[in-house]
């Protein structure tokens, strides 16, 4: 009987099988993460972010050491895939959205750790003098990129639930950022005679913590202007009943010259907000949606819990490498 392929059988692991596994476990937390504030903003965004997330933390489970080639060759696929459908959503318009995303800390930080497993992955393969399959998985997760955006695409259409919120007179206002939490959505819109920039905070906003910041310029001179009044409407979207309404003023707000307000909503859906500027040179208005969270819901529990779970998975890996894997005396 001939002894069993190398190819189907697990061998001990090696430092760069392992950084591979470990970079794409954290990329994969990473993902999860974010979900429950991209679930709030466009539930296509969540969902797929969820689905990457386990399969990579999945991926990780096995691909710290070499059971078949096909492994290898899924990890640079699923690396290299996600880093280039990255960079194609921050030039072109992301799927079941309007926009390019923008470039921020989380998602710079997953993509270094992908970046990390695929040239990991890439050395592997060439130690073992098999360029062949790193060239196959580099050309799978082009393939795979263009599959995942095009599909995106065009699948958007029919289904507008899974869409971004975004406001209709915001322009860039629905772009969201995952570091600081703290979304533009008027950006200097003209309002009668005056161009109005409002900020909302956090991502997303929950009833008991909902910050309306609002920055008022005259339309003309371009000239912050603190010698006005603004008030803050929301109201519940398919609800009849009156809108809460509250004023803003510079006490509340971070930045010197601006106005800012706790809206008191009550309770989490999609709220109407209205902001109205009266001043010397008159009155304006203008409004956007605001998508506002449950604070007790699981995108809450899922953002408090899941820093812990990483670490726990962590650690838990690294036992059991020790266990299996201890050190000759």
Same mark, same amino acid.
């Given at each position: 009987? #001939?002894?069993?392929s190398s190819l189907s059988r697990a061998t001990p692991f090696d430092t760069l099988r392992l950084t591979a596994a470990l970079s794409m476990l954290g990329a994969g937390l990473m993902h999860l993460m974010i979900v429950p504030e991209h679930v709030e903003?466009?539930?296509?965004?969540?969902?797929?972010?969820?689905?990457?997330?386990?399969?990579?933390?999945?991926?990780?489970?096995?691909?710290?050491?070499?059971?078949?080639?096909?492994? =290898?060759?899924? +990890?640079?696929?699923?690396?290299?895939?996600?880093?280039?459908?990255?960079?194609?959503?921050? /030039?072109?318009?992301? &799927?079941?959205?309007?926009?390019?995303?923008?470039?921020?800390?989380?998602? !710079?930080?997953?993509? $270094?750790?992908?970046?990390? %497993?695929?040239?990991? !992955?890439?050395?592997?393969?060439?130690?073992?003098?098999?360029r062949r399959s790193a060239a196959i998985g580099s050309l799978l997760a082009v393939l795979a990129t263009i599959g995942l955006y095009a599909g995106g695409r065009l699948a958007g259409p029919a289904f507008p639930a899974l869409w971004a919120q975004e406001?209709?007179?915001? +322009?860039?206002?629905?772009?969201?950022?995952? /570091? /600081?939490?703290?979304?533009?959505?008027?950006? =200097?819109?003209?309002?009668?005679?005056?161009?109005?920039?409002?900020?909302? #905070?956090?991502?997303?906003?929950?009833?008991?913590?909902?910050?309306?910041?609002?920055?008022?310029?005259?339309?003309? %001179?371009?000239?912050?202007?603190?010698?006005?009044?603004?008030? /803050? !409407?929301?109201?519940?979207?398919?609800?009849?009943?009156?809108?809460?309404?509250? %004023?803003? +003023?510079?006490?509340?707000?971070?930045?010197?010259?601006?106005?800012?307000?706790?809206?008191?909503?009550? $309770?989490?859906?999609?709220?109407?907000?209205?902001?109205?500027? =009266?001043?010397?040179?008159?009155?304006?208005? $203008?409004?956007?949606?605001?998508?506002?969270?449950?604070?007790?819901?699981?995108?809450?529990?899922?953002?408090?819990?899941?820093?812990?779970?990483?670490?726990? !998975?962590?650690?838990?890996?690294?036992?059991?490498?020790?266990?299996?894997? &201890?050190?000759?005396?």
């Amino acid at each position: 009987m #001939s002894a069993p392929s190398s190819l189907s059988r697990a061998t001990p692991f090696d430092t760069l099988r392992l950084t591979a596994a470990l970079s794409m476990l954290g990329a994969g937390l990473m993902h999860l993460m974010i979900v429950p504030e991209h679930v709030e903003h466009a539930p296509a965004h969540g969902w797929f972010f969820a689905v990457a997330g386990v399969v990579q933390i999945a991926w990780s489970a096995v691909g710290w050491r070499r059971t078949r080639r096909a492994v =290898d060759v899924l +990890g640079l696929v699923l690396a290299g895939s996600l880093i280039l459908l990255w960079v194609v959503t921050r /030039i072109y318009p992301a &799927p079941f959205s309007s926009g390019p995303e923008e470039v921020d800390g989380a998602g !710079l930080i997953s993509k $270094g750790l992908e970046a990390v %497993t695929f040239v990991a !992955l890439a050395a592997v393969l060439a130690r073992e003098g098999d360029r062949r399959s790193a060239a196959i998985g580099s050309l799978l997760a082009v393939l795979a990129t263009i599959g995942l955006y095009a599909g995106g695409r065009l699948a958007g259409p029919a289904f507008p639930a899974l869409w971004a919120q975004e406001s209709e007179t915001a +322009g860039e206002a629905g772009v969201h950022s995952h /570091i /600081i939490g703290q979304r533009v959505r008027l950006d =200097d819109e003209p309002m009668g005679p005056w161009l109005v920039r409002v900020l909302t #905070s956090p991502v997303p906003p929950s009833p008991q913590n909902f910050l309306v910041e609002v920055r008022v310029k005259d339309a003309e %001179t371009g000239r912050v202007r603190g010698d006005v009044g603004v008030t /803050i !409407l929301a109201h519940l979207e398919g609800d009849s009943s009156e809108p809460v309404r509250v %004023t803003a +003023g510079p006490d509340a707000a971070r930045i010197p010259g601006e106005f800012a307000a706790q809206v008191p909503v009550s $309770g989490p859906g999609v709220w109407l907000i209205t902001v109205q500027v =009266d001043g010397p040179q008159g009155q304006g208005q $203008g409004g956007f949606a605001e998508r506002v969270a449950s604070p007790l819901g699981l995108g809450a529990w899922l953002s408090a819990l899941l820093p812990f779970a990483g670490l726990a !998975l962590l650690v838990l890996g690294y036992a059991a490498l020790t266990r299996a894997f &201890p050190t000759e005396s």
